[in-house]
């Protein structure tokens, strides 16, 4: 017997349906993600591909770090479905760090921290380090970042001629690193720690202030300046 498709369920059973009733955040993970599919695939409903697709990675964290092409990996996913997965997630991920270039203020360490915090979601997922520069103004407010590097960081591939570009170009005072570990461990390593005691350096010859450098880990971070270490 063929199975019916979400069409032919109740209304009150459909996602999109019970989105717009009941609101986005009463729908479970697989259900966002049906709406995101829109369709299913060899008589699958999109729920039915959703959940398959939830059980393969686990958890949306997990998912959100799969290559289109793993993606496509699944049966019934294909470029299309792949690419719009990849598309949603990434809105949630930039909506979540967005607000940090409406001149948030960095006062002191609590306010490091709430930033640091704001962009662990930004970092959730990533397979590669991603070494990150926040530009701040003469009154501490930030107003921009920027993606200096992603990949295994090195001093050549971190180097304070790239970094301070951008600081440069944007008459930065001050500046923020912030850094991810894919291990989950933010412990810094001996790396690290020369790469920053090198931006510190060169940052105090063109007068911009290093104001910390923070690793992010699994659920943590790790702050340069709390810790002692620039």
């Not at 199975?3 to 009150?12: Q, Y």
């Not at 960081?153 to 304070?160: A, D, E, G, N, W």
């Given at each position: 017997?063929?199975?019916?498709?979400?069409?032919?369920?109740?209304?009150?059973?459909?996602p999109r349906e019970r989105l717009i009733k009941e609101g986005a955040d009463h729908l479970s993970p697989a259900q966002l993600l049906a709406i995101v599919l829109r369709t299913g695939?060899?008589?699958?409903?999109?729920?039915?591909?959703?959940?398959?697709?939830?059980?393969?990675y686990g958890d949306l964290k997990a998912l959100s770090g799969a290559t289109v092409h793993e993606l496509c990996a699944i049966k019934g996913v294909g470029l299309a479905k792949a690419a719009a997965i990849k598309a949603a997630l990434e809105i949630g991920k930039r909506a979540v760090t967005q607000p940090l270039g409406k001149r948030r203020r960095v006062l002191s360490s609590k306010d490091v921290y709430d930033v640091s915090r704001h962009y662990?979601?930004?970092f959730h997922g990533l397979k590669k380090e991603v070494f990150r520069l926040l530009m701040l103004d003469g009154k501490n407010r930030i107003f921009a970042d920027y993606t200096v590097s992603e990949g295994c960081?090195?001093?050549?591939?971190?180097?304070?001629r790239e970094?301070?570009?951008q600081a440069i170009r944007n008459s930065a005072a001050s500046v923020i690193f912030l850094h991810n570990h894919p291990s989950g461990d933010p412990s810094?390593?001996?790396?690290?720690?020369?790469?920053?005691?090198?931006?510190?350096a060169a940052g105090e010859l063109l007068g911009i202030k290093v104001l910390d450098?923070?690793?992010m880990g699994e659920g943590g971070y790790l702050s340069f300046a709390d810790k002692g270490l620039q």
């Open positions: 017997m063929e199975k019916a498709g979400i069409n032919h369920w109740p209304e009150e059973e459909r695939s060899e008589g699958k409903s999109a729920l039915e591909l959703a959940m398959e697709i939830i059980r393969h662990i979601q930004y960081l090195t001093s050549s591939i971190v180097h304070p970094v301070y570009i810094p390593s001996p790396e690290d720690i020369e790469i920053t005691k090198r931006l510190v450098h923070v690793i």
